[in-house]
């Protein structure tokens, strides 16, 4: 129940196409929602959150969608760029624990 | 540059030993996580500190120990090391304890156990 499952594990997109990732949770008291995004080398950097209040939250090109009774969570990359290639985390919790996904490795080809 | 340092950026040991990884969070933050991240897998919370004080446990084996210090730095110990512990291993911090609170990831300590 404290698992958060995402997929796909690897996702090819061509530049500016919309790459799509998502993940599904089992905890109701779930109540954080952030995605973090990783180049090789690097530590996770802070993407975009969201809480279960609202359904979509949209920063420039990265749109979270929220389906609170699905318990499902996608992140949408418009106009995808090859500078977007990395991989995606997405994660969940309740009290102080953040629970990752497995990753996403988003390959953008020019 | 997310403000988190981390030492060493590698560290390379044998079965059966000891290391210790260090970790200086970005100023004012008083909340420090560790996490391991296998390869090609996600990150595994292991624990955190808030104000020097353990605030919550994860997948955080017994032949591990961590501490956070007055001065708010932490260390990650790790002893009886196997070779399926080498991984790199990250510290965040926080401003504060609360998990929407942004954590800040250093770059890693990558640990190869031969």
């Known amino acids: 129940q404290q698992q958060v499952k995402q997929s796909p594990q690897s996702l090819i997109v061509q530049k500016g196409g919309i790459s799509i990732i998502n993940c599904a949770y089992e905890n109701t008291a779930f109540d954080y929602f952030p995605w973090y995004q990783q180049f090789p080398g690097k530590g996770p950097a802070l993407l975009i959150a969201i809480r279960p209040d609202v359904s979509e939250k949209k920063e420039g090109r990265f749109t979270i969608s929220f389906n609170k009774s699905a318990k499902q969570f996608s992140l949408h990359i418009m106009d995808s760029q090859p500078g977007d290639s990395a991989t995606y985390f997405c994660?969940?919790?309740?009290?102080?624990?953040?629970?990752w996904g497995a990753g996403t490795k988003l390959i953008i080809k020019p | 540059d997310s403000g988190v340092t981390q030492t060493p950026k590698h560290l390379i040991t044998a079965t059966g030993q000891r290391v210790t990884l260090r970790c200086s969070p970005r100023s004012g933050d008083l909340s420090v996580y560790w996490y391991q991240q296998s390869l090609d897998q996600g990150l595994q919370f292991l624990i955190q500190y808030y104000n020097g004080e353990e605030r919550a446990k994860g997948n955080i084996l017994e032949r591990f120990s961590a501490q956070q210090f007055p001065d708010l730095h932490s260390e990650l110990n790790l002893s009886s090391l196997e070779l399926g512990d080498s991984a790199l291993y990250f510290c965040?911090?926080?401003?504060?304890?609360?998990?929407?609170?942004?954590?800040?990831f250093g770059p890693g300590t990558r640990l190869t156990v031969l």
């Open positions: 994660a969940a919790s309740s009290n102080y624990q953040l629970i």
């Open positions: 965040a911090s926080s401003v504060a304890g609360a998990i929407h609170n942004e954590q800040f």
